[in-house]
């Protein structure tokens, strides 16, 4: 089965890649019914969109990590000194999400949702990492999507958000 991807986050260019020019019917010709993009194929289309919007322009959406973190590669000046750690948030899917949710918009409204969740959750999670110190942190929600192998019968599906980072001491930047 051939997937698509899509590169534009907006339901306008999703709806264009989903209903190609050759299935526009002309005249006294029926549309055939397309397929609804996956929850996975939603996720890579529009995770960044709503990370933007939750973000709003800042670097995190915990309040406690803005003025806290300090952006910098961890591989030259922090490696040996600091232990370098990575931090992994995991949201998983299921069949039964995709069908219980059959329709776009159904889809759309559940990937936002887990979106938000997932950013709201790994922010958190980092946060309680600082214990009185800053964090140098090198990149962030970055992100992977991928299948897993669960119950039999009932394929499962994740995306991850991982943050590499180093505590460190209040430094002035």
């Given at each position: 089965?051939k997937?698509?991807?899509?590169?534009?986050s907006?339901?306008?260019?999703l709806?264009?890649?989903?209903?190609?020019?050759?299935a526009i019917?002309?005249?006294?010709?029926s549309i055939?019914?397309?397929t609804v993009p996956?929850i996975a194929e939603l996720?890579?289309a529009r995770?960044?969109?709503t990370?933007?919007?939750?973000?709003?322009?800042?670097?995190?959406a915990n309040?406690q990590?803005e003025?806290?973190?300090?952006f910098?590669?961890?591989a030259?000046?922090?490696?040996?000194?600091?232990e370098?750690?990575q931090?992994?948030t995991?949201c998983t899917w299921?069949?039964?999400?995709?069908?219980?949710?059959?329709?776009?918009?159904q889809?759309i409204?559940l990937?936002d949702?887990?979106?938000?969740?997932?950013?709201?959750?790994?922010?958190?999670?980092?946060a309680k990492?600082?214990k009185?110190g800053q964090l140098?942190v090198?990149?962030?929600?970055h992100h992977?999507i991928g299948?897993?192998?669960?119950?039999?019968?009932?394929a499962a599906?994740?995306?991850?958000?991982?943050t590499?980072?180093?505590r460190?001491?209040?430094?002035?930047v």
């Amino acid at each position: 089965m051939k997937r698509r991807t899509f590169i534009n986050s907006t339901l306008g260019t999703l709806v264009v890649g989903l209903y190609p020019a050759a299935a526009i019917p002309k005249t006294g010709r029926s549309i055939t019914p397309l397929t609804v993009p996956s929850i996975a194929e939603l996720f890579v289309a529009r995770f960044p969109a709503t990370r933007d919007r939750i973000l709003n322009g800042r670097n995190w959406a915990n309040d406690q990590l803005e003025g806290n973190t300090i952006f910098r590669p961890l591989a030259v000046e922090y490696q040996g000194k600091y232990e370098v750690k990575q931090l992994t948030t995991p949201c998983t899917w299921t069949e039964n999400d995709q069908a219980k949710n059959p329709t776009l918009a159904q889809r759309i409204s559940l990937v936002d949702l887990m979106s938000e969740c997932l950013i709201h959750s790994h922010d958190d999670l980092l946060a309680k990492q600082l214990k009185g110190g800053q964090l140098v942190v090198s990149t962030t929600y970055h992100h992977r999507i991928g299948d897993v192998s669960t119950i039999d019968n009932q394929a499962a599906w994740y995306v991850m958000l991982s943050t590499a980072y180093a505590r460190i001491p209040h430094l002035k930047v």
